[in-house]
């Protein structure tokens, strides 16, 4: 039946709306590709089925995609009267249960996602009903929270095959209001003053295109859709198409009769066949209603409309080659002038748009041009559809106002990492975009500041990357792709590219010097201006982008040969082995312990960690974090092996025998000498190395005796100083001299120093505590948590009591609340963020908790409290409430109006701790702002040529083996320097042992080690983590997976063999 | 149409007509820009990117050989970055397929070797990739050796467009482009071919040569084409 005016228009809104709202209920299911390939089709099948066998008087249709794509396959339920529900994570054995409630007039709750009561569908709207206040509504859930829902106005709402409700939501009355308007310039009036620009990601006004090509005189004029999404990653475009076909072919229509257009074609990929699908039927059922073809709505205007698939390749989404594609010749641009909009498709005027910039169309003549442009920004009109796609816990398709920040779609729309790991940073725009730091990400998107940034919007897609993602991989991979999908046609592109792979392949696989990337560096720009087309012009920007804010990588696989993130293959040994700050290789003394040669895995272990015990209790293991064992069940526990490697040597004569190994593996003495200030990890890490290369070091220590932190602020019960003295027999052992009650700057002068020995290392630590700026800081009852446990680790004896208040969240804030527990305290801590941002280890923190420690979250301290005697009683807190995103991805705490005060005897503040930088200025070394040492970043080494510095001196307060790791690198740097040679492979000897992947993971269920009892805690500073046994730890070894095997071939009976090196 | 306009240079004031090129205004007023794969007589392909100029006020660089003068124009033909990137795409060129020239029928006579000595190409900084493709010497006359090959489709231009025989085109994409005649046929048993030569004559390089030409002996003119084309009045 052929529409021929408003009335029939009309009519046809209300059977519409009858489809929709009246007449018993409805269920929805979600049937993009996307739903169907979570098993939307089978979900659908089932609930038919299931309404089938019940009798049923409901109505099922297919409708699009509601872009939540983590909680697919969605459907929606209708029940006259009440909110239309969005049931989420629907599978095939929910359809009873959906049927039944249904059948009794509830909303199947357990399943539902968010309820909408009204919908705005900017071209029309419609109210569903109230109820079921319990289901959050949909823009409470934190996905759509702040989405504005312009182009996916009706996606997952209506069936998109059904050109009857498409018309119930208000379509096909734009193009009935642009008819009414006086004349087609005021159509194009509106378009302009919608600012509007391409949302294919050039970003160009798109009433400029429109009024030029309006403006062009020829018998012929032709429109394109640009739908030939090609981006890895993106894909609103397919399910725009699938969801709501008819709003691409009214904004066309619309646009047609604007410009006088008479035909329209839409370029869309082969790969999408669905959209094909949907896409004829919607022209077919607009055919039949007279809304394509000749007479429209019974004017005189006549729009012809054609679908032509693509055949994938991603340079025909340029547009002249997309013209070339249309005409039938091979997809490759040609130069402009002339351009389309004079001489395009068959040589006449032409106006090409992105699929988005076209379903805009609808709602700007709708609700006309300027209200459209009060969304945004000024210059970044409207909304913007994103993909929302990598390492983000609700991936999906995200539509939000252009201008918004990026951190609040990634943190709060995509609500950050499923994981837990760091982000690291976003790709927008896909193999033309660029990598968008995470320091970056307060950004708002919009086409300017993006590309300020170095990245575009281009189509949309926004890929989330974290600290598994190698930067120089992820710039490798992009340039692969631009390299294979460039035509080939000018030189820039075709060789340019073609070398700039070569180069990105070279420092993947660790073959790269320093001059590649300056080569890199020179053909970025020419390739970026002599190109011939926008493939070729944005290619260079994933690298250009990752060469700016990610640099130290690609040095890192230059210089170092590793690969942080362990992407890069030929540049670490296993994720563990990689994520381990002292490079401890762990596959090897897990295996070498599973071939029972526990004195060379004793050996391995020391010479890649000289504090094995004591590491094996304390390290924030990183390693775990990495492990693959991860994916299959929970990661191995290396460091309770290692622990339990070290242990067993200390426990028999096996230490005799690896300290004669470790004797053997010395470097003959090359008579330098090597000064380390400071006994901390990061100095007696310095000085077992620099030992172990043939140096004769002697180490300074301030205190009595040595260890650092490590004897001072680590409690006993975590740490026992037993161990302690036995690693540090160790470093005597081998040669390591020890000189005590050396303090730098007062008695002992850097410049005598450094004219006595070769080298100088510092690593004197950071035992300035950090001020909390409040009042009654002073106070006597108040502690700085580090001067707290050196105390008590000296004392053993209470000297805090009562009711104790913990301020912070850190290492130390744990400690100190466990060590006051232990004199007797009742303790709270009280941290001013939630307890999931503590960085604290996770296990620490449920220690103190099972060992009675109260915990105050959202709680800043704002003074103490004090009585006329001077004596504490309290501590008064200030109520937080977490605000805006900061750079690493937490909520920022903001202070309320709102104020309590815990009673309390004595206050630990433990909030941080930073260097003492006055001896380090008396000597004349650099300093940072943050009252750290500045150093050289790949050698240690300060502004004074021989004095080198690591540990927290340099980082701030940091971890255990991030400390030792800096002792290492300048050990292994001040070794190159004073013989110029490269010794520390040779140190650190090569073992050799079975390298066969098990064919299954082994090991059963990870152990973890036996514990004390609480009961036999308190009051105890007795170790509580006991450690394994060798069953367990041998049972441990064997859950390991081997990813260090990167090879391995089957014999001719099938069996696995080592591969022959 | 032709109306008559002035611009600008390389800070010489030219007067020229409005549906001249930048390239076709600079060379009439002996302004050098370096080209490739233009060829008088042939439409632009704009491939090359050798004839890149700046334009005062354009934040990109032009295809001369494509755009229009216009009044006012501010051209520069010659700039460090142009000529920086110039040598890059010349290098990258040479290093692309196998341009040795003491063994080349075209020494002394080729366009590439002409412009790397006028560009001041004098190393080539990229790895040579030394492809090994089968030269093709079943035509009767002629010899196509692709490792000569610059992907100028100049030839594929002079066949389609002057001789109307479509012999030539580009097979695959990217680094994999390659120039085939007919369905990458032998060219000898093209039944398209015509066997004028003129290809031979776009060629700007060793890649298509007369067969019985030995080093630096093939000599070559492609001036005719022009004028072939504007008799046919095609091409423009």
């Known amino acids: ?1061 | 149409m032709n109306e008559q306009l002035r611009l600008t240079i390389d800070d010489r004031e030219i007067t020229a007509q409005a549906n001249q090129t930048i390239l076709e205004v600079a060379r009439e007023n002996e302004i050098p820009i370096p080209t490739l794969c233009f060829l008088e007589g042939l439409s632009g392909a704009g491939s090359c990117r050798l004839c890149l100029v700046e334009v005062r006020g354009v934040p990109r660089f032009l295809s001369s050989c494509v755009t229009r003068v216009s009044e006012g124009m501010n051209v520069t033909t010659d700039s460090p970055k142009l000529a920086s990137y110039r040598r890059m795409i010349l290098e990258l060129l040479l290093a692309e397929r196998n341009h040795i020239c003491a063994f080349c029928v075209s020494s002394g006579n080729c366009e590439l070797q002409d412009l790397a000595q006028e560009l001041g190409v004098t190393h080539v900084n990229y790895p040579y990739r030394f492809p090994s493709y089968d030269v093709d010497a079943s035509h009767e006359r002629f010899v196509y050796d692709p490792n000569r090959c610059v992907m100028c489709t100049r030839c594929a231009r002079a066949c389609g467009e002057v001789e109307g025989a479509h012999t030539w085109d580009v097979m695959g994409r990217g680094v994999h482009s390659f120039m085939i005649t007919d369905l990458n046929q032998a060219w000898g048993d093209s039944s398209t071919c015509t066997s004028c030569g003129k290809c031979v004559q776009a060629c700007p390089t060793g890649a298509l040569a007369e067969k019985g030409r030995s080093t630096g002996e093939m000599k070559r003119s492609a001036g005719f084409l022009s004028k072939l084309s504007s008799m046919r009045n095609c091409g423009r």
């Open chain 1, 1 to 1061: 039946m052929k529409i021929r005016d408003f009335d029939a228009l009309n009519d046809i809104r209300e059977t519409g709306l009858n489809k929709l709202l009246r007449g018993g209920p409805r269920i929805g299911v979600g049937m993009g590709t996307c739903g169907i390939g979570n098993g939307a089709q089978d979900v659908y099948e089932a609930i038919k089925t299931a309404m089938d066998t019940k009798g049923v008087e409901a109505r099922i249709v297919p409708v699009g995609c509601f872009g939540y794509c983590a909680a697919e396959p969605l459907v929606n339920v209708y029940i006259p009267g009440g909110p239309l529900v969005i049931l989420a994570h629907v599978i095939p054995d929910d359809a009873p249960y959906i049927v039944e409630e249904i059948v009794a007039g509830r909303i199947p709750v357990r399943k539902a996602l968010c309820r909408i009561d009204a919908w705005d569908h900017l071209t029309g709207h419609v109210t569903y009903g109230h109820g079921f206040q319990e289901i959050p509504h949909w823009d409470e859930i934190p996905f759509f929270r702040g989405q504005k829902k312009i182009v996916l106005r009706n996606c997952g709402l209506i069936n998109p095959e059904d050109i009857e409700e498409y018309i119930a939501v208000g379509g096909y009355f734009a193009l009935c209001n642009a008819f009414q308007k006086p004349s087609r310039d005021e159509v194009i009036d509106e378009v302009q003053k919608s600012k509007l620009r391409g949302r294919g990601g050039a970003g160009y006004p798109a009433g400029m295109k429109w009024a030029l090509l309006q403006k062009a005189v020829a018998d012929r004029k032709y429109i394109i859709c640009n739908a030939d999404e090609g981006d890895p990653g993106a894909y609103m475009n397919r399910n725009e198409i699938e969801s709501d076909p008819h709003m691409l072919l009214e904004g066309m229509l619309i646009g047609a009769y604007a410009t006088g257009a008479a035909e329209g074609i839409v370029y869309l990929r082969a790969e999408y066949p669905l959209a094909v699908e949907r896409l004829e039927k919607a022209a077919a059922a607009a055919r039949e209603a007279g809304l394509l073809g000749s007479d429209i709505l019974g004017t005189p205007f006549a729009f012809d409309f054609r679908l032509v698939e693509g055949a994938g390749a991603f340079v025909c989404g340029e547009e002249t080659a997309m013209i070339a594609s249309l005409e039938g010749r091979a997809g490759r641009p040609r130069p402009r002038p002339p351009f389309p909009a004079e001489s395009g498709l068959w040589g006449k005027p032409t106006n090409i748009n992105n699929v988005e910039t076209w379903c805009n169309i609808p709602v700007i003549i709708a609700c006309g041009g300027s209200s459209f442009a009060e969304i945004g920004t000024s210059n970044s009109t409207g909304t913007k559809v994103f993909s929302l796609v990598g390492k983000i816990k609700n991936t999906g398709l995200v539509e939000m106002p252009l201008g918004s920040a990026l951190k609040d779609i990634v943190y709060g729309i995509g609500e950050g990492s499923p994981t837990g790991k760091r982000i690291k940073a976003v790709q927008t725009g896909g193999p033309s975009g660029g990598c968008i730091p995470a320091m970056h990400f307060d950004t708002p998107v919009d086409y300017e500041s993006l590309g300020t940034l170095g990245a575009i919007m281009g189509s949309g897609g926004m890929v989330v990357m974290d600290e598994d993602n190698c930067m120089v991989d992820v710039a490798r991979y992009f340039l692969e792709f631009t390299h294979s999908e460039s035509c080939g046609k000018c030189v820039p592109c075709r060789m340019g590219l073609d070398e700039s792979v070569r180069l990105l392949e070279k420092i993947c696989n660790g073959d790269a010097e320093a001059s590649d990337v300056e080569k890199l560096e020179e053909l970025m720009p020419m390739i970026r201006s002599m190109s011939l087309c926008g493939l070729g012009q944005t290619a260079p920007n994933p690298v250009v982008t990752t060469l700016r804010y990610f640099r130290d990588e690609y040095e890192e696989h230059i210089r170092t040969r590793r690969c942080r993130a362990g992407v890069c293959e030929k540049l670490y040994m296993s994720p563990c082995e990689n994520s381990c700050p002292l490079n401890m290789r762990i596959p090897a003394y897990l295996q070498l312990l599973k071939e029972d040669r526990i004195e060379e895995a004793a050996e391995i272990v020391w010479l890649d960690n000289p504090l094995p015990a004591s590491t094996g209790r304390i390290c924030q293991h990183p390693c775990e974090n990495r492990c693959r064992r991860a994916d299959e069940d929970a990661p191995v526990n290396m460091r309770e092996v290692h622990r339990y490697i070290a242990d067993s040597a200390f426990a028999g004569d096996l230490i005799v025998r690896v300290r004669e190994r470790l004797l053997e593996n010395k470097i003959p003495p090359t008579g330098r000498r090597a000064a380390v200030v400071g006994s901390g990890p990061a100095g007696l890490t310095a000085a077992f190395y620099l030992t172990m290369l043939g140096h004769d070091v002697t180490v300074f220590e301030e205190r009595e005796e040595a260890g650092g932190m490590l004897r001072y602020a680590l409690p006993e019960y975590r740490l026992p100083k037993r161990i302690l003295n036995e690693e540090i027999g160790v470093l005597e052992h081998i040669g390591v001299r020890f000189m005590y009650r050396q303090s730098l700057g007062a008695g002992l002068a850097l410049d005598s120093l450094t004219g006595e020995y070769d080298a100088v290392f510092l690593a004197t630590g950071t035992w300035n505590e950090t001020q909390g700026g409040i009042t009654g800081e002073n106070a006597p009852d108040v502690w700085h948590a580090i001067a707290f446990l050196e105390q008590v680790a000296r004392s053993h004896r209470p000297v805090i009591g009562g009711n104790v208040v913990v301020i912070g969240g850190g290492n130390a804030a744990i400690d100190s609340a466990r060590t006051a527990m232990r004199v007797g305290a009742k303790v709270t801590v009280a941290y001013r963020r939630e307890r999931s941002d503590m960085p604290a280890i996770t296990e620490e923190i449920e220690a103190a908790e099972m060992e009675g420690a109260e915990f105050v979250f959202l709680a800043s301290p704002q003074r103490v409290v004090i009585n006329e005697k001077g004596r504490v009683t309290g501590i008064e807190l200030r109520r937080t409430r977490l605000g805006d995103f900061d750079a690493s991805g937490r909520r920022t705490p903001v202070s309320t109006a709102e104020f309590f005060t815990l009673p309390c005897d004595a206050v630990i503040m433990a909030v941080g701790e930073k260097p003492d930088p006055d001896p380090l200025r008396q000597a004349g070394i650099h300093v940072r702002d943050n009252q750290t040492a500045a150093v050289h970043p790949n050698t240690g080494e300060t502004n004074l040529r021989g004095v080198y510095a690591g540990g927290d001196l340099v980082s701030g307060a940091s971890n255990v083996s991030s400390a030792m790791a800096t002792g290492k690198a300048a050990a292994h740097a001040i070794d190159r320097s004073l013989t110029g040679k490269d010794n520390m492979d040779l140190v650190l000897k090569t073992f050799s042992f079975r390298n066969i992947v098990p064919a299954e993971p082994e090991g059963g269920d990870r152990n973890v080690s036996p514990v004390l009892g609480v009961g036999e805690r308190r009051d105890s500073f007795d170790e509580v983590v006991l450690g394994f046994d060798a069953e367990t730890a041998l049972q441990e070894s064997r859950r390991c997976l081997r990813c260090d095997v990167k090879e391995q071939c089957a014999d001719r009976e099938g069996a696995l063999k080592e591969p022959v090196s």
